[in-house]
């Protein structure tokens, strides 16, 4: 399937780097929402759900992660461990996140605002939704 991530721009000098990105020219939609996951154990699995609408860009900003994207067809397995690019996640891809380093932070950005109504938290559910 299709893995697209989107890469950000950054500064470095002598004391550090700076990354930044902008709503609507780095990231592909309105930031509606940020959420920041972190203090997994590192045998969770996240996730475990698709949504209708919502779009994310997932930043592993510390440590690392594995994220499962499966769009009903396919499914890829990558690995997030980069502060300068995010993952895209497109509405109706089923996600799984798991392999959380003990100093993992995955921050997201939302397309929209929480609304349970938009998870589809069932596969046999997703596979119906994108026949
Ligand atoms: C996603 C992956 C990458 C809220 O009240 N507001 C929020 O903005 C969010 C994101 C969650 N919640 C509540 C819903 C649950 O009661 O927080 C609780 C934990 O959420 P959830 O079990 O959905 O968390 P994850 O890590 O499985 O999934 C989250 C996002 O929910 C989801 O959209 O794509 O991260």
């Known amino acids: 399937m299709n893995i697209t991530y989107v890469p950000f721009h950054k500064k470095r000098n002598d004391t550090g780097n700076l ?9 592909p939609f ?8 972190y203090g997994v154990a590192g045998n969770s699995i996240r996730g475990c759900h698709a949504h209708k609408r919502l779009q ?7 440590g690392s992660c594995k994220i499962l ?3 009903g067809k ?6 997030l461990n980069s502060q300068e690019k995010g993952l895209l996640v497109k509405n109706t ?3 799984e996140m798991y392999d959380f380093s ?3 932070v995955l921050l ?20 119906n939704y994108i026949k």
């Open 19 to 27: 990354v930044f990105l902008e709503e609507n020219k780095d990231i």
């Open 30 to 37: 309105p930031i509606r929402r940020i959420y920041y996951i």
């Open 56 to 62: 994310q860009v997932l930043i592993s900003i510390h």
């Open 69 to 71: 994207l499966d769009d």
């Open 74 to 79: 396919e499914r890829e397995i990558v690995e």
């Open 93 to 95: 891809v089923w996600r």
């Open 102 to 104: 003990s100093d993992a």
């Open 108 to 127: 997201v950005l939302a397309s929209d605002y929480y609304d349970e109504a938009d998870y589809i938290r069932s596969y046999d559910e997703f596979l």
